[in-house]
């Protein structure tokens, strides 16, 4: 995932000038052309020239897939096309198998499942399930 690595970096250093940064490995997604931008960065100095250098190592290594992985759609996995729902987990497009909500929003019946079983042994899992449950109401498990 070098591709979105190397888009990381361009941001930070983008300033008021994101929109002239190229979007051609990006056209298979659904993100917008003209991001939002951090006021500050989160990593700076020494650290983001880490990063950077790294960055630049992967993107250079032959053998690393330097193009993003599209679906059956020919978009990238968490791409949802304009009108489509997604999941409230994970943000990808809903496949056939659901957890339904009260409030009518779903989850992919895997992810909820695989957070679902995580939250029994796991805090941060826990709190997941937590917040999905009080933004959209309990889930209906009838269909697990």
């Known amino acids: 995932m070098p591709v979105l690595l190397n888009r990381c970096i361009d941001l930070t250093e983008a300033d008021d000038a994101a929109h002239l940064l190229d979007f051609t490995d990006f056209e298979c997604t659904d993100w917008s052309k003209t991001p939002l931008l951090l006021r500050s960065a989160c990593v700076?100095?020494?650290?983001?020239?880490?990063?950077?250098?790294?960055?630049?190592?992967?993107s250079m290594?032959?053998?690393?897939?330097?193009?993003?992985?599209?679906?059956?759609?020919?978009?990238?996995?968490?791409?949802?096309?304009?009108?489509?729902?997604?999941?409230?987990?994970?943000?990808?497009?809903?496949?056939?198998?659901?957890v339904t909500f009260t409030n009518g929003r779903c989850a992919n019946r895997e992810h909820w499942a695989r957070v679902a079983a995580?939250?029994?042994?796991?805090a941060a899992a826990a709190d997941v399930v937590r917040a999905v449950t009080l933004w959209c109401g309990p889930a209906d498990y009838k269909p697990l």
Request: net charge negative; glycine share 8%; hydrophobic share 40%.
């Open 44 to 58: 700076r100095g020494a650290a983001l020239d880490d990063v950077r250098e790294w960055v630049l190592q992967v």
């Open 61 to 98: 290594d032959q053998t690393v897939d330097q193009t993003l992985p599209v679906d059956s759609r020919g978009l990238y996995a968490s791409s949802v096309a304009s009108g489509e729902a997604c999941c409230v987990l994970t943000g990808f497009p809903l496949g056939s198998r659901l």
């Open 118 to 122: 995580a939250s029994r042994n796991n």
